[in-house]
């Protein structure tokens, strides 16, 4: 059984990766199978402190939601793009 927060974690994880994806097209393509694992294990290990603050924030205001959903998505994006641009260079 899927609870609400392993619906928003997985709907989380999805918007987090297309945010990585579209910014880091090349890196992306060029990335070998391990260099994605780390990207991933990245965003991972950043989760649990960006999915809290979601809930705090949504819940302290509600009114924006949709924003610190936005902002959750492009905090886990950018532990995989860090990681990803230092592979690159």
């Not at 910014?23 to 991972?44: K, P």
């Not at 949504?58 to 902002?71: I, K, M, R, S, T």
């Amino acid at each position: 059984m899927t609870t609400q927060i392993d619906t928003l974690a997985i709907k989380l994880s999805e918007v987090a990766m297309t945010v990585l994806v579209r910014t880091c097209r090349s890196e992306v393509a060029a990335a070998s199978h391990d260099d994605l694992e780390a990207a991933c294990l990245a965003m991972r290990a950043k989760a649990p402190v960006v999915i809290k603050r979601l809930i705090d924030d949504a819940g302290a205001a509600p009114w924006v939601a949709e924003q610190a959903f936005a902002a959750a998505a492009i905090d886990l994006a950018g532990a995989g793009i860090d990681v990803l641009r230092r592979v690159g260079q």
